[in-house]
Structures are given as structure tokens and as C-alpha cells.
């Protein structure tokens, strides 16, 4: 079984929803990025979702633009995120890890060896922002014979006949997208992400996990009281941004800060 | 003829792209999910209306009395004569209102938008001239009108800026990245994202996802059609080689795509070749680029070896871009269209060579297939004819030529 389903079936038994934490790698150094992946874990993190940094990503706001920014100013690659997941197995077998980016990095790479790489590091899903199903048959094909889950989005503006497609050929959980919009942005409709999230999950047996827009506790319980799970990407990203600005270079500073917000997050989700 | 491989012989070019909006391995439609019910229906009303007589009647009235077509083929004979070799005619684009091929894809995009019932309309720029053309047909319109240009581009084409905001559009500045078309169509695609329900996309070149490439291609191919017909009445035969720029390339697949068919047809497409394909400085994917994913498509891209996006440069903002259209892509593998490359001085000198000898200063971008065609004609015959897509006049890059030629206007 793929770590990403033990995990919720784990959540599930306890009656706990799924928190999923979002960083860029390398951001805003190359040396923070592994002690941050632990202190999620440790602060109440279920799901690491691991930003591949990209020179055009067109789904992220400002807030996540800028941590692109800062780790390709610092050379950092898909090559060294899979590098990185194998040393954080050295300590830590359970969380699931999820490489988030876009195509062609993963192109470049090319699809066979990017999954020979991501099986021995460990990865557990993917999930190319720019990769909807109709383009995405022959990486989901490749996907299929490792164990490595291919996660796909839904947005508010998905239709039924698309839903029903997307849901069919996709792995891990179902990532709803809350808003039209990039990352970090606007206001959540709670409404309209009830109605929504309750009729992917009539659609599929897979968890339906919602992100984009999610900013504290209080936004995290609202949106976890009607689905499996958040994900927290901007929020964590920002806190991020603000040590880079003081030219912060100590891990345990950053592992302190975002691990509050981590901490807060849960407290909410678990109340 | 050499480069006209089997393939192309068998291939009905009309029918493509495929209904997914590939052609052969490009094109596509590599977008997040949130823009995915926007392209469709946008291709839904597309397939709706591009046969419709109606659709079309008013298409036509707008591009003959509003755009002032059909643009002329001119005999460029002086220069001609100068360049010793091929006759060059010019198809006069830089004739159009707003001054460049632009306008052509512009107006068509905006009745679809009218269509739409959408109020508000965003596009991306390089050198302006697709800003100036949107922001144009949008106060004709009446339309909210965003344009979205690198910080840079604003600073080399201030004219095309300030044209803009007299059109009544609000310009925003983009500061991400590389600061030029790129990042620009990136903040595009993102206000889209944001704003779908009430926003129509006006993209300006035949780039991004499908069902665009097409629909640009569609659009701007009243010139090669035009093209064909002049150059029967007027010669008596077709040109035997086609030139135009290619950045994005949507001038290029405007004069191409009607002459495809016609196998005696040579066709040059000219990248920006900046400092030289050489030094790596430049804008010519398809020269230098492999195959990847970007803006929505699958098409040649200037990138590094861990597939990042990397800097180009061109001399002319509209040119200077890491893409081009997945058609383009297509064309090259099978060898049907022939892409070159001219670099910044070479385009230069041309700019000055046919400002001088025929009184039409071109754009920079044009400067590049005219510097081509003069290389192309001079190893040509007298019987043989080529014709130039003169996509754009060069008034908006008085400012970038005076500042290249020491002098501060």
C-alpha cells in the first residue's frame, strides 16, 4: 500500500483530518530545506508537498513566485529534490511526499527517469500543476507500474463530465483547488467548497483534500470540517520570505517560526 | 522541391491541429484545471462561429473598413535592384491600422469576447503593437481593457505604452522573471486564472493553449490568402519563396499557412539571432531550443539542462522569446518551412537598407526577415520572386534607433 493511503486511513482511524504543508525546495537556501521537512512532520504535518522550483509558474501568486525565484537563484533542481527525499528517509519512513511543479522540468528529466529516481528516493505522488489528464496519458501510464501516485486537481470551474474524468484517472487524494485563482489569493467560499467537495467524494472513494486560500486555524477548521484534509502553501511560504528578507541563515530559526504556524493549524484541526 | 518531404504531400493542413490541439507531438493544452472550462469553452464557440456567415460578414467589414484591407503587395523594385537578384515584394502590413499584422487577430479575438458577453479583456505585449491593437478594438468595444508588459519592454517601447493609456487601457508593469513577453504572458495567464468568469483573453501570438495557436492562425491568415491572390493577379504566378519574422511567430503562420499546400513555395521563417546563435544570447528556439512545456503548449523553448525557462535576448521586444508556436514546431520537423536566424546588427542594417531605399522604415522585428530576404534574394534569379511579410512599422522604435545611433531625441 503507497504510504499516501496508509496515511489517511491512519487519520481516518483516529478521526483526524490530513494537514499537508507546501515549501519550495531550496528556499530560501539550499541547507533549510531538510531540517524544514522534519520540523513539519514534527509540528503536525501529515503530507509534505515539495515545491520543484520553476522560472514560469503560472498557478502561483506572488507569495510562491517569489520562493521559485529565490531557489533557482541558488541552483536548486528536481534532480536534488529527489536527492533530498532519499536523505530525509533516512530518518523518517511514515510521512508521504508529494513533488509538486510543473512539466517540463520533469520532461527535461524525461518520465522514465524521473520515476526510476523518485522509486529509490522514496517519493510517493506527484502532481504537475500543468499536466491535465488529456496531456497527461503517457506520464499516468509510466505512473501506474511504480508506486508512485499521480495527483490531480479540481477547481471550481471543473463540470461534472470532467470531474468524473479527472477523479477516474486520478491517484492519492483529489486536490480541490477552492478559488479561481493562483496561489495565496482571495477569499474562501465555504459554500461553495462544501457543495463541491461532497460531490467529488460521491465521485470517487479517494480523499478530497482542499487548498489554495487556506491562511490560519481558523480558515484550515472551516475547510477540514468538510473534506479530508487542507494544504497550507502561501501561509508557510510567506513566513518563509520574511526570515529570507533579515538574510536569516540558521535552520533552527526557520524551523521555529514555521513550526508555530504548523502547531497553530493543527490545534484548530484538532479541536 | 527538397524540403517538401512525403509527408507533407499527404497532410491536409487544413486539418489541423487534431481535435485536442495537437499538431503531431505540440501544441496541446498544458494549463492548471481552473483554465481548463475556460478553453473549452472558448473552442466550443470558436467551432461555433468560424463557419458562420454572420460571424464572419462582420469580420470582413471590420478588417476592410476599419483596418483599411486588404493590405497592398508592393514591388519593392528600387530595392530590388540594389539587392541584384529575386524581385521582393512586400506585403504591406505596416499599412493596417495601428501599424503592424496585430490588429488583424486582435479584432476577430475581440467579437469573440463580444460574443462571449464578457466585459472585461486582458492581453500580454512585448513590443506593444499587440497591446496598442487590443487596447484599440477594446475602446471601439467598449470593453475594459488590461495589458500586461515586462518593465523592461515598457522601457523600450514607451511609445507603444503611452498609445495605450490614451486607448484608455491601464498598463501593468511586470516586474517577474526576465521582465519582457515571457513574464508577461505569465501574469496574463494568472489574471485569467483569477478573473475567468468575467475576462476574455486576448492572446498575440500563436502560442499558448489550444484552441489559440488555431484560432490566431485562422485569424491572421487573411494575409497569406490575400498574399496569394495578389501575387496571381499581379505576377501571374506564385512567389517562389515566402520571408517573415518569427518570435511567437503569428505573422509567419499568417502568410505560411495558405500556401502550404503549394509545394513550389519555399517559406523562410527568421529567428532573432541577437548577439549570435553562437554566444547563446538570442531568441531562436527552433534554431537552437529542444522540445518542452510552456504556456500551455508543447513547442520548441530556449532552456537550460534541468528544464528552466532561461533569458533571451533580441534587440526587438517582439521577438524576444523563449517559445514559439507549436505549429511552427510542427512545420520544422517536417520540413516544410525552413527557420533561420538574423542577428541584432544584421537586422539593423537592414532597417536602415530598406528605410532608405523604398521610404518605409519597418519594425525591428521586420528588419529580421528583411535582412534575411536580402541575403535570400541576392543568391536568387531575376525571374524569381519572393514575398516579405512587412508585419510592422517601425515608428515605435524611433526612440530604441536614435539611442543606438548616439542620439537622445
Redesign the interface.
Known amino acids: 500500500m503507497n504510504r499516501i493511503a496508509k496515511c489517511f486511513e491512519r487519520l481516518s482511524k483516529e478521526n483526524k483530518k490530513a494537514l499537508i504543508s507546501y515549501i519550495v525546495l531550496g528556499d530560501p537556501m539550499k541547507h533549510i530545506t531538510l531540517p524544514l521537512m522534519h520540523a513539519l512532520v514534527k509540528s503536525g504535518s501529515n503530507i509534505i508537498e515539495l515545491g520543484i522550483?520553476?522560472?514560469?509558474?503560472?498557478?502561483?501568486?506572488p507569495v510562491i513566485?517569489r520562493a521559485h525565484?529565490r531557489a533557482?537563484e541558488n541552483g536548486s533542481?528536481?534532480?536534488e529534490a529527489l536527492s533530498l527525499v532519499k536523505k530525509f528517509r533516512e530518518s523518517d519512513t511514515i510521512t508521504p511526499i508529494i513533488l509538486m511543479g510543473?512539466?517540463?522540468?520533469?520532461?527535461?528529466?524525461g518520465y522514465d527517469k524521473f520515476i526510476e529516481l523518485a522509486t529509490t528516493s522514496e517519493v510517493d505522488g506527484v502532481l504537475t500543476?500543468?499536466?491535465?489528464p488529456?496531456?497527461a496519458v503517457t506520464f499516468n501510464d509510466k505512473l501506474k507500474s511504480s508506486n508512485i501516485e499521480n495527483i490531480?486537481?479540481?477547481?471550481?470551474?471543473?463540470?461534472q463530465l470532467?470531474q468524473e474524468k479527472?477523479t477516474k484517472m486520478a491517484g492519492g487524494f483529489v486536490y480541490y483547488?477552492s478559488l479561481?485563482?493562483?496561489t495565496g489569493?482571495?477569499n474562501l467560499e465555504i459554500d461553495s467548497v462544501q457543495k463541491h467537495v461532497g460531490n467529488i467524494q460521491s465521485l470517487t472513494k479517494l480523499p478530497v483534500c482542499v487548498g489554495f486560500g487556506i491562511k490560519d486555524g481558523v480558515t484550515a477548521r472551516a475547510v477540514a470540517d468538510i473534506s479530508n484534509g487542507v494544504v497550507v502553501g502561501s501561509a508557510i511560504v510567506k513566513k518563509i520570505a520574511e526570515l529570507a528578507e533579515t538574510k536569516e541563515i540558521d535552520p533552527a530559526v526557520y524551523v521555529d517560526a514555521v513550526s508555530r504556524i504548523i502547531s497553530d493549524i493543527r490545534s484548530a484541526l484538532d479541536k | 522541391m527538397e524540403n517538401f518531404s512525403d509527408d507533407c504531400e499527404t497532410i491536409n493542413f487544413d486539418q489541423m491541429p487534431d481535435e485536442?490541439g495537437h499538431f503531431g507531438p505540440y501544441g496541446?493544452?498544458?494549463?492548471?484545471?481552473?483554465?481548463?472550462?475556460?478553453l473549452?469553452q472558448l473552442t466550443s464557440l470558436y467551432e461555433r462561429l468560424k463557419d458562420d456567415p454572420e460571424f464572419q460578414a462582420q469580420i470582413d467589414y471590420d478588417l476592410a473598413h476599419y483596418v483599411g484591407r486588404p493590405s497592398p503587395l508592393y514591388f519593392a523594385e528600387r530595392w530590388t535592384k540594389n539587392v541584384g537578384g529575386a524581385k521582393i515584394y512586400l506585403k504591406r502590413e505596416d499599412l493596417n491600422h495601428t501599424g503592424a499584422h496585430k490588429i488583424n487577430s486582435a479584432i476577430g479575438q475581440a467579437l469573440l469576447a463580444k460574443y462571449t458577453g464578457k466585459k472585461r479583456v486582458i492581453a500580454e505585449t512585448g513590443a506593444g503593437q499587440h497591446g496598442v491593437a487590443t487596447a484599440t478594438v477594446a475602446a471601439r468595444l467598449g470593453l475594459e481593457c488590461h495589458i500586461f508588459m515586462g518593465e523592461e519592454d515598457i522601457q523600450r517601447q514607451s511609445l507603444n505604452v503611452y498609445r495605450m493609456k490614451l486607448l484608455g487601457a491601464t498598463v501593468i508593469p511586470v516586474s517577474?522573471?526576465s521582465r519582457t513577453l515571457?513574464?508577461a504572458l505569465?501574469e496574463a495567464?494568472?489574471d485569467w486564472?483569477?478573473?475567468?468568469?468575467d475576462t476574455f483573453y486576448i492572446i498575440g501570438t500563436c502560442c499558448g493553449p489550444h484552441p489559440y495557436p488555431e484560432i490566431v492562425r485562422n485569424f491572421q491568415s487573411i494575409m497569406g490568402r490575400e498574399a496569394r491572390e495578389q501575387s496571381l493577379a499581379q505576377t501571374g504566378n506564385l512567389p517562389d519563396a515566402l520571408v517573415a519574422c518569427v518570435g511567437g511567430g503569428s505573422n509567419a503562420i499568417g502568410l505560411f499557412h495558405p500556401f502550404l499546400k503549394d509545394q513550389s513555395v519555399e517559406m523562410y521563417g527568421v529567428e532573432a539571432g541577437g548577439f549570435g546563435v553562437s554566444t547563446g544570447k538570442h531568441a531562436a528556439p527552433l534554431n537552437d531550443g529542444i522540445p518542452?512545456?510552456?504556456?500551455?503548449n508543447r513547442t520548441y523553448?530556449m532552456?537550460d539542462?534541468?528544464?528552466?525557462?532561461?533569458e533571451t535576448h533580441s534587440i526587438s521586444a517582439g521577438l524576444d522569446y523563449p517559445g514559439v508556436g507549436p505549429e511552427h514546431s510542427w512545420l520544422k520537423d517536417l520540413g516544410r518551412v525552413n527557420y533561420v536566424t538574423v542577428d541584432d546588427d544584421e537586422a539593423m542594417s537592414a532597417f536602415y537598407s530598406l528605410t532608405q531605399t523604398e521610404g518605409i522604415i519597418p519594425a525591428l522585428e521586420t528588419s529580421h526577415a528583411i535582412a534575411y530576404a536580402e541575403k535570400l534574394a541576392a543568391s536568387m534569379g531575376p525571374d524569381q520572386m519572393i514575398i516579405i511579410n512587412l508585419s510592422g512599422r517601425g515608428d515605435k522604435d524611433i526612440l530604441t534607433v536614435a539611442e543606438i545611433d548616439g542620439i537622445s531625441l
Open positions: 522550483p520553476f522560472s514560469d509558474p503560472t498557478a502561483e501568486g513566485q525565484e533557482l533542481n528536481l534532480g510543473y512539466t517540463n522540468p520533469i520532461e527535461r528529466m500543476v500543468d499536466l491535465p488529456e496531456e490531480f486537481l479540481l477547481a471550481p470551474t471543473s463540470s470532467r479527472v483547488v479561481n485563482g493562483v489569493a482571495g | 485536442n496541446g493544452r498544458f494549463v492548471s484545471e481552473t483554465l481548463v472550462y475556460a473549452d517577474s522573471g515571457k513574464d505569465n495567464l494568472r486564472v483569477s478573473n475567468v468568469d518542452g512545456v510552456l504556456h500551455g523553448l532552456e539542462e534541468n528544464g528552466q525557462i532561461i
